[in-house]
């Protein structure tokens, strides 16, 4: 099991106020699948995936990846964890504005255990020739591109996408998310995507369906092949 997620809880309090956002989640993926996860606004999909990514912590419940138990990690080793084994793609591309295409990519190799080239990763999004660009010089299609880059150039065991295509139109979506396709076959790395497009569903070899903190629906497709 790559990531087994076992009645995981958590609240945040605002104020007086205390909101269970995650009431007992529970969800596994296999190695080299591509899960997504559907859910209205607020069900609580962002925070379950920053808990699995190690930006965020549960309250109870287990979360392991890749064998790995994250709910046992001090703070240093979930820092550790997440810096070494998980890329993590955003909807608005959180580049650096005043770092170049190559330069974003390379503050992130710099801090990893194994990084790829920043040309061979730049080459796979088709972004080498945009290398000694800034951010604002590119399209929105090209600052994911380049995001996608920045993820995978640490050679991650797991890329975790909240809303990729969320900001871009229907082509440039399609082809966002060929790119994640290539990369989950070519590297053989598992993904799990937050998205509110049933077409990417469709892709999917698994789909979860959160409502207000629960998983209420888990589907696999049949038609879809993991990557080895
Ligand atoms: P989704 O990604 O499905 O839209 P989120 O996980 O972002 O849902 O949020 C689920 C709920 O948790 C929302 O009601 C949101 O307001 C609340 N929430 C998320 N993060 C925080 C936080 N840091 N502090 C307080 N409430 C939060
Ligand atoms: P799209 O059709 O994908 O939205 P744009 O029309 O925004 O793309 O950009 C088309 C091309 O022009 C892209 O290759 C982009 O890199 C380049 N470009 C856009 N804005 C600038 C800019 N301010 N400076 C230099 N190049 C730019």
Known sequence: MFIDVINLKKSYTTGSVTTEVLKGIGMKLEKGETGVILGPSGSGKSTLINIIGGIDRGDSGQVSVDGVEITDLNDDQLTDYRRGDIGFVFQFYNLVPNLTVGENIEVVS??????????????AVGMRDKKHRFPRELSGGEQQRVSIARAIVKNPKLLLCDEPTGALDFLTSRFILQLLQQVNQK????????THNAAIAAMANRVFRLRSGEVVEESVNQNT???E
């Open 225 to 227: 092949v993991p990557a």
């Open 187 to 194: 590297y053989g790395t598992t993904i799990l995507m937050i």
């Open 110 to 123: 710099n801090i990893s255990k194994s990084p790829l080239d920043t040309d061979v990763v730049l080459a």
